[in-house]
């Protein structure tokens, strides 16, 4: 009898639970099965539609001519397609020296800020310092201030920087060293390095390791899918600002693609505009392309998915 029972329990527990709003029963009926996946159908229709007709229509502008984009501006075909509204936009707005002015400003941003998050998640998750909790209240602190409001006082420290009496505006550092200051970040990383068994961390430190050891031999290889999504997020945030490198980079020469075009979009065609619009696009998409595995795990250890 007991055998019996242990069978019977040992069975119940193999079968997968069910989950969701119907039941196995219900999606073997054909007219809830069809009904259900016709939904499913319909919906990722919609959401391929409502990402995918902006990207079209950039593309259209792009290669219209300013006549046409002017007459028939929903058309998602242009009549006639000017293809060379891509190199003359290259030439004519000086695309290749703001993209490389962006491409410098973003990847500073994203290794100082990967290093921060980094350094500051291991240390407030793993070596965990008596005054620990109250630079963790400090971070969560920030969470609740608006950028707007601290954005004198950030300025004010960028033109003149305690002890050292620098200046940083019109240089790189403006765009970095902000960048790294990131509590939403430090705090993905925290938690997910807060995950990671403490006997690994005690195991390593019985056999000698110091705490640089551990991190960069332990924490760093299993931290892969958070630093990805730490970077995504960097990359995004750092490709898209306006406003703080508006304000800090004054030179002309130095502005990236994002202050860059708005400042030339007053005595420049609509066409080449957007054929710029288009140029700037492509890197952050074919990053999110190329990185897009990652990423998804990464969002799903983290538990940004809700």
């Not at 996946?37 to 919906?43: C, D, I, K, T």
């Not at 046409?68 to 242009?78: G, I, N, T």
């Not at 003359?88 to 990967?114: E, K």
């Not at 050292?164 to 990131?182: K, R, V």
Request: without cysteine.
């Amino acid at each position: 009898m007991t055998a019996t029972t242990g069978a019977r329990r040992s069975r119940t527990a193999a079968r997968p639970r069910e989950r969701g709003i119907l039941s196995s029963f219900d999606w073997r009926r054909p007219r809830i099965f069809v009904g259900w996946r016709a939904m499913h159908v319909v919906l990722m229709i919609g959401l391929v539609a409502l990402g995918a007709i902006p990207l079209l229509w950039m593309l259209r502008a792009a290669i219209s001519s300013t006549t046409d984009l002017l007459q028939h501006p929903l058309s998602l075909v242009p009549s006639p397609a000017k293809w060379e509204n891509i190199p003359d936009a290259w030439n004519l707005l000086s695309i290749g020296q703001y993209l490389g002015n962006t491409v410098v400003l973003v990847g500073g941003s994203w290794i100082v800020q990967l290093v921060i998050s980094a350094t500051a998640g291991f240390a407030l998750a793993v070596i965990r310092p008596w005054y620990g909790r109250i630079v963790y209240g400090a971070i969560l602190l920030t969470l609740f201030v608006p950028g707007t409001v601290t954005l004198i006082a950030l300025y004010l420290t960028v033109l003149d920087l305690p002890l050292l009496h620098l200046s940083l505006t019109d240089t790189p550092w403006a765009i970095w060293l902000p960048a790294g200051a990131n509590a939403f970040t430090i705090l993905l990383v925290k938690q997910f390095f807060e995950d990671i068994p403490r006997d690994l961390f005690e195991a390593a430190q019985l056999d000698g390791a110091g705490w640089f050891t551990i991190f960069w031999r332990i924490v760093l290889p299993m931290s892969r899918p958070i630093l990805a999504v730490v970077s995504l997020l960097s990359i995004m945030t750092a490709w898209k600002e306006f406003l703080w490198p508006l304000i800090v980079l004054t030179d002309p020469e130095t502005q990236p693609l994002a202050v860059a075009l708005p400042r030339l979009a007053q005595a420049t065609d609509p066409a080449y505009l957007i054929a710029g619009l288009l140029i700037a696009s492509i890197p952050p998409i074919l990053i999110f392309l190329i990185f897009q595995r990652s990423i998804v795990k990464g969002i799903g250890f983290t538990g940004l998915k809700g």
